[in-house]
């Protein structure tokens, strides 16, 4: 953070002094009456006030962003053992069930099998309808 207020610092001394040689920066001209330089210093200060407020809430958004991933795998580290303790403890409880249900289901499919077979039957017995 105190890098990039440094540099915007920085770049606010280069627009303002100028450059001598042929540099990317270009110079800019100075007003000479008082009032207008009053004014250009104001403004000037305005926008690097109001740019430092911007780059403050930038870092500050990022290092909350920062904050809750952190946050977020601190608290999958802690439950993961947990849930591991969970699945161990409840993979008997749901092979049993599995195992008592599946005669069950067995059963039923070869009950509702012979159904439909005498579902069918029935259909084929029923005579045609003459139109």
Known sequence: MKFSIVAVLAFAMVVLHGSETD???????VPTDLESLSKYFKEL??????TTQDLVQ????????????????????????????VQAQLQPL???VQAQLKPLAD??????LELWNKVLDSAKALPASSK
Not at 23 to 29: G, I, L, Q
Not at 45 to 50: D, F, G, I, K, Y
Not at 107 to 112: A, F, G, H, I, K
Request: hydrophobic letters at 40%; a neutral charge.
């Open 23 to 29: 540099a990317a920066v270009v110079k800019r001209e």
């Open 107 to 112: 059963s039923m499919q070869v009950q509702l």
């Open 45 to 50: 200060s305005a926008l690097l006030t109001s």
């Open 94 to 96: 749901t092979d049993s």
């Open 58 to 85: 930038k870092l500050q958004a990022q290092e909350l962003n920062a904050k809750a991933q952190a946050y977020l795998e601190d608290g999958r580290a802690q439950l993961k053992p947990l849930a591991d303790s």
